[in-house]
């Protein structure tokens, strides 16, 4: 058999595969040196942080569940900052506040800016002592500073606490994939907080140390991934991120395909853009797990998977071209072939080196889902009927996301302008 470049990339992509997959199971079960939890015994003040923009379906139940937390009401302001919105946004605030005359209520509002500026406007103004973005079409469990703030008492070096974040009742086949790759993506992220490799804090009701945020000059405006952005400079200055699972927060997600690409192109461009502005990170042993493994992995992540499906795909052409050949033999005669058609398999022609790595990484794939919906404490069948979802999920949303890195390598390679959403 003759080995060819292509071989060689796969073999490359291969062991780059089951080397990560045997690490994080390595990491899995290494021991937990978590500390015990301790409950919140002083009441800190605290500053919530609303950009909305266009937000005037979702932006009055985000703000019922800050008005819901269990926290003492002169504990905690609320500032919603209305990034020039177009819709009727402003005026279902200000309802909002006129209901709600005993909550600390502020609204800035402000020409369209983007959500990196609302949040500084929003920042400079806080006077807690920690505070927290929560996304205008998100929504905070009640108890979640009570689980949240203690954390910061565990250790010092603390900035940052994550919340478990969730998709909030998902309906339609798009929605449940979604909440599938939400949960699986959550498992990882218990990962990479047990190296202390966490490289974003999302929008959806992370809490920060306020002084250490305002220290390193607040949010970055230029970037499209702010939170992500946010958490690599607190990596990059040695400060300390937790995921706790004790709490979440619900978060809407697109509705459409068209909605998801876009978005997902957001992600994954800003991920690509901040791994370049932090490049001096890569491989660098100053910080530890986050340098070696977490930075090169943001990209290599999407490298792979164009490389499999590119393999994939040139697999099925050149199948196809020798059919094609095979066809225009025999004139395209249809009905002999299928008349003598036999079904024979040399099983010493099997590619079993090729079979054997994705019979394994599909084993540790369905390890990973069954483990984390344990992780998480829910059932894959919370939503009622899945297999549809389920199947899209496994087989198919490999290649839309493929699709999406595709599309960000057009953008790197013509210079296209990022965009918001």
């Not at 905070?140 to 689980?147: E, R, S, T, V, W």
Request: net charge positive; proline share 3%.
């Amino acid at each position: 058999m003759i080995f060819t470049f292509l071989d060689a990339v796969l073999l490359v992509t291969y062991f780059l595969l089951l080397f990560l997959s045997i690490f994080w199971l390595l990491v899995l079960f290494s021991p937990n040196l978590e500390q015990k939890k301790k409950k919140l015994v002083a009441f800190p003040f605290f500053s919530a942080i609303v950009p909305a923009y266009n937000e005037e379906n979702s932006i009055t139940a985000t703000l019922q569940s800050l008005v819901n937390l269990e926290y003492p009401k002169d504990k905690i302001e609320i500032i919603v900052v209305n990034d020039g919105s177009k819709d009727g946004t402003k005026e279902i605030i200000e309802l909002f506040m006129a209901q709600h005359p005993s909550h600390n209520i502020i609204l800035l509002n402000q020409e369209n800016r983007g959500k990196g500026n609302a949040m500084n406007n929003g920042l400079a103004i806080a006077k807690g002592e920690y505070f927290a973005c929560l996304d205008a079409d998100s929504l905070i469990a009640p108890q979640a500073l009570k689980a949240m703030l203690p954390i910061f008492a565990q250790d010092h070096n603390v900035a940052a606490v994550c919340p478990l974040l969730k998709v909030k009742n998902p309906q339609s086949i798009l929605q449940k994939v979604q909440w599938y790759e939400y949960v699986v993506n959550m498992f990882y992220k218990f990962l990479n907080a047990k190296l202390d490799c966490i490289h974003v804090t999302p929008g959806p009701f992370s809490v920060y140390k306020t002084n250490i945020i305002k220290d390193l000059g607040g949010y970055d405006e230029n970037t499209i991934t702010e939170d992500l952005e946010i958490a690599i400079r607190l990596q990059k200055h040695q400060y300390k991120i937790v995921q706790t699972f004790d709490t979440f927060v619900e978060t809407m997600v697109p509705t459409t395909w068209k909605k998801l690409f876009r978005q997902r192109i957001r992600w994954y461009k800003g991920s690509v853009d901040n791994s370049i502005r932090y490049k001096n990170l890569i491989f660098n042993k100053k910080y530890g797990d986050f340098g070696i493994i977490r930075m090169p992995t943001i990209i290599l992540s999407g490298i792979i998977a164009i490389v499999l499906v590119g393999t994939f795909f040139q697999a099925l052409i050149a199948k196809a071209m020798v059919t094609f050949s095979y066809l225009q033999d025999i004139n395209f005669d249809l009905l002999t072939l299928i008349r003598h058609f036999s079904l024979e398999m040399n099983i010493l022609t099997w590619p079993f080196s090729r079979l054997f790595v994705a019979a394994t990484l599909m084993g540790i794939s369905f390890f990973i889902m069954i483990y984390s919906y344990k992780l998480i404490k829910e059932r894959i069948t919370n939503h009622g009927r899945t297999f549809v979802s389920l199947v899209t999920y496994l087989f198919i949303y490999g290649f839309f996301i493929t699709a999406v890195w595709i599309y960000i390598s057009f953008m790197l390679i013509g210079k296209k302008k990022n965009f918001w959403s």
